[in-house]
């Protein structure tokens, strides 16, 4: 029904930037609220950045200052820029749309995952 294709991983060095995006196509009423994850190896998944439906944003504490979300909600597309990148950024990169089937049920999605590599 709702498909969510992430792209823009890749390998970079310490300091450097990437942006990701995320596109979902299918059947959409709305989207709630859109948000990133990561995996890192030996690691849970963590949540990285969230926005709403109304552009209001949260970040992990570990992020804020140097990543960047932000939704572009025509094209049902969230991006994060990511600037200054660490070594300890490396992770599998997930997005995550909560989208409603109706004005009072949601129902949550996932991307395939992109990974990102921060290394010398």
């Known amino acids: 029904q709702v498909q969510l294709v992430e792209s823009g991983g890749g390998l970079v060095q310490p300091g450097g930037s990437l942006r990701l995006s995320c596109a979902a196509s299918?059947?959409?009423?709305?989207?709630?609220?859109m948000g990133w994850y990561r995996q890192a190896p030996g690691k849970k998944r963590a949540l990285v950045a969230v926005i709403t439906s109304g552009g209001s944003t949260n970040y992990a504490d570990s992020v804020k200052g140097r990543f960047t979300i932000s939704r572009d909600n025509a094209k049902n597309t969230v991006y994060l820029q990511m600037n200054s990148l660490k070594p300890e950024d490396t992770a599998v990169y997930y997005c995550?749309?909560?989208?409603?089937?109706?004005?009072?049920?949601?129902?949550?999605?996932w991307g395939q995952g992109t990974e990102v590599t921060v290394s010398s």
């Open positions: 995550n749309f909560e989208v409603a089937s109706s004005y009072y049920e949601t129902h949550a999605y």
């Open positions: 299918g059947s959409i009423f709305s989207i709630n609220v």
